[in-house]
């Protein structure tokens, strides 16, 4: 990995299991926000009731593994259980990541205040890109919506200069619905590769069958 730049100004900010020393020339930042959950729960937070942590780390595996997608570095003899061994990376392994964790599992999840703050944080610190896999909910104009903080985030940021990619969302109600419309935004959703991965299986009776 290059350098970190010059220009950068973020932390690596404490927390449960996670401390200074757990950013690298890769992940050069890390914060954490919850001042929004925390204020809409009516009891004490059980973080490990609830496989979390009160820190930058990811309990769920959801970041994780959006951020590789991303930008992962190259890794190689990746496999899926003995599939697709090969070398595997990111779209941009070469990139530098920042996280900004701003939802969580529990109380509401993800609220406006701790969005809003991320997209603060992370205009302030000097990134380049902001990737949001995260939605609102309907209606589908949300740029109109003055509820809606991944579009006032975006707005700020966008202005500033920085590119904002989000999902298109996962829960419809149709097929031709998504999430992130405002045009200020590059939503992205998934499709369909052009790769089978063929697995033979042995039944009790010793036949074998080979699905895919």
């Not at 509820?147 to 031709?176: E, L, M």
Request: one cysteine or more; proline letters at 4%; glycine letters at 10%.
């Amino acid at each position: 990995m290059g350098p970190i730049p010059s220009r950068w100004k973020g932390i690596c900010q404490r927390g449960d299991h996670f401390n200074s020393t757990t950013c690298n020339k890769k992940l050069i930042g890390a914060r954490w926000f919850m001042k929004g959950v925390t204020d809409g729960l009516k009891e004490p937070i059980n973080a490990k009731e609830n496989k979390e942590f009160l820190s930058p780390r990811d309990g769920s595996g959801h970041g994780t593994h959006t951020a590789s997608t991303a930008a992962g570095y190259f890794v190689e003899r990746a496999n899926y259980r003995g599939l697709a061994t090969g070398l595997a990376r990111g779209g941009a392994p070469l990139a530098h990541l920042a996280i900004y964790k701003a939802c969580w599992a529990f109380g509401e999840g993800c609220t406006d205040a701790d969005v809003l703050k991320a997209f603060d944080k992370a205009i302030h610190d000097g990134v380049d890109i902001l990737s949001l896999s995260i939605g609102s909910d309907i209606p589908l104009f949300s740029y109109v919506d003055q509820r809606n903080s991944i579009a006032i985030g975006s707005f700020h940021a966008t202005a500033k200069g920085i590119t904002v990619v989000c999902s298109a969302g996962n829960d419809g109600p149709f097929s031709q619905t998504i999430a992130n419309t405002a045009p200020w935004l590059i939503t992205v959703a998934a499709t369909t590769i052009d790769r089978a991965f063929p697995t033979a299986i042995t039944l009790g009776n010793n036949r074998t069958l080979w699905v895919k």
